[in-house]
């Protein structure tokens, strides 16, 4: 009797330790279904960070949506004077800052020690979100357009108590370099002359928000200067508010080509909406890099703690510089030609790839610099739609791990109906 009692004992230690793998694989199978269809905590991707509810419509039990004051696009002076104030902080994370996942990339990388050259309106050095972080060229350090500083703003704006809105890189240096004429109008010569100095200064990236019609032998230069000064170029592909025009009987217009973004070792940005689109009748440019946030976007202006929106391809070339001057920080071993090479090589794959600053900090292996890039006379398709791939995944995910749980819970069953057949034998 006792070697039957031993022998059951043994045999049902035996099942359970069978079952046990089983019980492994179905849980591997559970998971897999939860990561598939979305649930619980930890799914969803690599962009984890807060997403805003978005703003509601004003009724009887809803707040009053958040109105902010716009930065003006047209680089020409205002007629009523400088940029007002902004009297409202916006207390969510902005929808451009979480679709970016800057939570996690900042995890990683701050800017520190990194100086990126902002060629605008001027930076203001009254900016709270800047202050301590901006030198000037010449009268740079005042920005009555305000543009120039929303745009170091996302560069590299320090969060604001109470606020949502935070910088890409928050501990990056800014360097104020004027691109306009006296005038207040967009000038070549000036921002050729403000590359050249940004260089010589140590900028290790150089944010350019003008573009024009066409090139000069000074920008040229200023350009090659640059890059023998192992600076990273990083321009808006067109203007903010470019001039429409149309290709004839109601077709698309040809893509355009604009200078500093057009020639070869400059990194080319494009702005795209929340969607992931970019805005309708915006410009085409003949070759785009990268596409980053560009329409609705929330940043700072150049006095007080309010926030303001903005718009157009310098405010995508911003999270762009911005991105870069991560990379430069977390990566000081890179050149510039490998910053560039390595954004675009991580970005997420669209018809123009859209910015990745987790994805460039996290990536390893191999060289950046043979990453692939577009050649500079190829157009760019900018309206081709894109199918999600997603969905087609997660159904693939859902009916493998079913047939998974199926199998392990048919052959759990099979080895529990044996062993009570063996423990019945024994008794």
Not at 206 to 226: E, G, K, N, Y
Not at 255 to 280: F, I, K, Q, T, Y
Not at 395 to 415: D, K, P, Y
Request: one cysteine or more; a positive charge.
């Amino acid at each position: 009797m006792a070697s039957r009692t031993a022998y059951r004992v043994t045999a049902r230690t035996g099942g359970r330790a069978t079952v046990r793998p089983l019980r492994a694989v179905l849980a591997g199978a559970l998971v897999l279904l939860t990561a598939a269809t979305g649930y619980g905590a930890g799914a969803g991707s690599a962009h984890a960070d807060p997403v805003p509810t978005p703003l509601p419509s004003a009724d009887a039990t809803a707040p009053p949506a958040i109105r902010l004051p716009v930065i003006p696009s047209r680089f020409e002076p205002l007629s009523d004077g400088c940029v007002r104030p902004s009297a409202t902080v916006v207390p969510q994370v902005p929808w451009a800052e979480s679709s970016l996942g800057l939570g996690r990339a900042r995890q990683l990388a701050s800017g520190a020690g990194v100086t990126v050259a902002v060629v605008d309106s001027g930076v203001s050095r009254k900016a709270p979100a800047l202050a301590g972080r901006v030198t000037a060229a010449g009268a740079a350090g005042a920005d009555c357009l305000g543009h120039g500083t929303f745009v170091a703003g996302l560069i590299a704006a320090a969060p604001a108590p109470g606020g949502g809105f935070g910088g890409v890189a928050p501990d990056a240096c800014v360097l104020a370099v004027r691109g306009l004429a006296a005038d207040g109008t967009p000038d070549e010569a000036a921002v050729a002359a403000g590359i050249r100095a940004a260089a010589d200064a140590g900028a290790q990236v150089i944010d350019v928000s003008l573009a024009f019609p066409r090139s000069t032998r000074a920008l040229d230069d200023a350009l090659r200067h640059a890059a023998a000064k192992d600076a990273l170029v990083v321009a808006a592909a067109t203007p903010d508010d470019p001039p429409r025009t149309t290709g004839g009987d109601g077709e698309e217009p040809p893509p355009v080509a604009m200078w500093p973004a057009a020639r070869s070792g400059v990194l080319s940005v494009v702005d795209v909406d929340v969607l992931g689109d970019r805005p309708e009748d915006a410009a085409r440019p003949v070759r785009a890099d990268l596409a980053a946030p560009g329409v609705g976007v929330t940043g700072i202006g150049p006095s007080g703690r309010g926030n303001y929106l903005g718009n157009g391809p310098s405010v995508a070339a911003a999270f762009t510089a911005g991105a870069a001057a991560l990379l430069r920080s977390y990566r000081p071993d890179l050149t510039a030609p490998e910053v560039a090479a390595r954004l675009t090589a991580s970005a997420y794959p669209a018809p123009v790839p859209r910015l990745d600053p987790f994805a460039a900090l996290s990536a390893s292996g191999g060289s950046p610099a043979s990453a692939a890039r577009p050649s500079a006379g190829s157009a760019i398709s900018l309206h081709v739609p894109r199918e999600d791939p997603a969905p087609g995944r997660r159904a693939t995910l859902i009916t493998c791990a079913a047939l998974l749980i199926a199998l392990v819970l048919g052959a759990a069953s099979l080895l529990r109906r044996r062993t009570r057949a063996a423990t019945a034998r024994e008794v």
